[in-house]
């Protein structure tokens, strides 16, 4: 773990890997939660950093953060949503070659997994979903799409994400959801957030 300064008010904390993110993650809403954590504003994993944001004294913080022991993530703590799903996608026979399986086992495989939301980012209410199994991760489209629709389930590396809304973009298209993944109307507005688990169910066409 390396803290580094971000301005005079924040703090960019660099982890080995997602797993020690997630971690970091967690146990920072922890310590929050229980009132232990020193002022900070805002808390925003991504794939191997956390931002802290609001911090009344970086360097004070950091010195504290890389003392801390961090236990593993709960694998069965945070709230936990299941979205039906189409697998429907224009990618599947893609991902199936690429796994060595039939297009109805990518399905199976992918229905089976638990994945967790590890960080948000690219539009609001995308969340980069991790908990494919091992060896599972597949490149990006050679060509990225124009225009992805909104409810599009994909899967690029090692993570699985639902389109919001419709705008361009080279995952591989596995299913669609008719599940909304952002309402500004609603609160919070964005139904995947870190921590989140999440299942997908495999709906009728």
């Not at 913080?61 to 709960?74: F, H, I, Q, Y």
């Not at 399905?107 to 960080?119: K, L, M, P, S, W």
């Not at 909304?180 to 688990?197: F, I, K, N, Q, S």
């Amino acid at each position: 773990m390396r803290a580094l300064p971000f301005g005079d008010h924040a703090l960019l904390v660099e982890l080995a890997d997602g797993a020690q993110t997630a971690a970091l993650h967690a146990e920072l809403l922890r310590r929050r939660d229980d009132g232990t954590l020193p002022e900070v504003r805002e808390i925003v994993p991504a794939a191997r950093t956390v931002l802290l944001d609001g911090v009344a004294d970086p360097a004070a913080l950091g010195a504290l953060l890389t003392r801390w022991e961090l236990p593993p993530v709960d694998p069965h703590a945070g709230p936990a949503v299941e979205l039906p799903v189409r697998y429907d996608g224009p990618d599947l026979a893609d991902v199936a070659a690429l796994w060595g399986v039939a297009p109805q086992e990518v399905v199976r495989i992918h229905t089976a997994a638990e994945f967790r939301v590890a960080f948000c980012g690219f539009a609001p209410g995308f969340g980069y979903l991790t908990g494919l199994p091992e060896g599972r991760a597949v490149p990006r489209r050679a060509t990225p799409r124009t225009s992805v629709p909104a409810g599009s389930v994909g899967l690029a590396g090692p993570y699985t994400g639902v389109y919001p809304r419709s705008s361009p973009g080279g995952w591989q298209l596995i299913g669609t959801t008719d599940a909304v993944l952002w309402d500004a109307d609603r609160e919070p507005a964005a139904l995947l957030m870190p921590g989140t688990r999440v299942r997908f169910v495999a709906a009728g066409r």
